[in-house]
């Protein structure tokens, strides 16, 4: 039997789900198999409801995060035309390593350029 879940209740498993859908789709994308990018995606979501559970928590908007280490040596080693070499030296897909240039030079533009229309 399923129960219909709403108002918070819904929020919350929703947050979840978005979490571990999340995680499984960018684990997919650097090359790891569905099965286990969905059992990891889930085990995040888990993580979180048994280490966060119950905890009053507010996600700052527009948060720019830290770039990881190893993502800005990829992009520091990216010619523009060495996506496949880099994706077999770092282990990653193709596609990867696409779209990790791109979220890294968003944000380092982000970080760079100042905001013409500031709220």
């Known amino acids: 039997m ?6 918070m209740d819904a ?3 929703e947050l979840l ?5 999340h995680a499984k789709h960018i684990l997919a994308d ?15 979501a ?3 409801a048994d280490h966060w559970g119950g905890q009053l928590i507010n996600f700052p908007m527009n ?5 990881a280490q190893r993502d800005l040596v990829i992009y520091d080693e ?6 496949a ?22 944000r380092i533009v982000a970080e760079k350029q100042p905001d013409l229309f500031p709220d």
């Open 78 to 83: 990216f010619n523009g035309r060495n996506h």
């Open 11 to 13: 929020l919350r498993s």
């Open 17 to 21: 789900d978005d979490v571990a859908a």
């Open 85 to 106: 070499v880099l994706a077999s030296k770092y282990n990653m897909s193709v596609r990867g390593i696409y779209k990790l240039v791109a979220r890294v030079k968003k």
């Open 63 to 67: 948060f720019l995060y830290k770039l």
């Open 30 to 44: 650097h090359g790891v198999g569905t099965d286990v990018a969905d059992q990891c995606g889930v085990a995040l």
């Open 46 to 48: 888990e993580f979180l």
């Open 2 to 7: 399923t129960t219909k879940k709403t108002g």
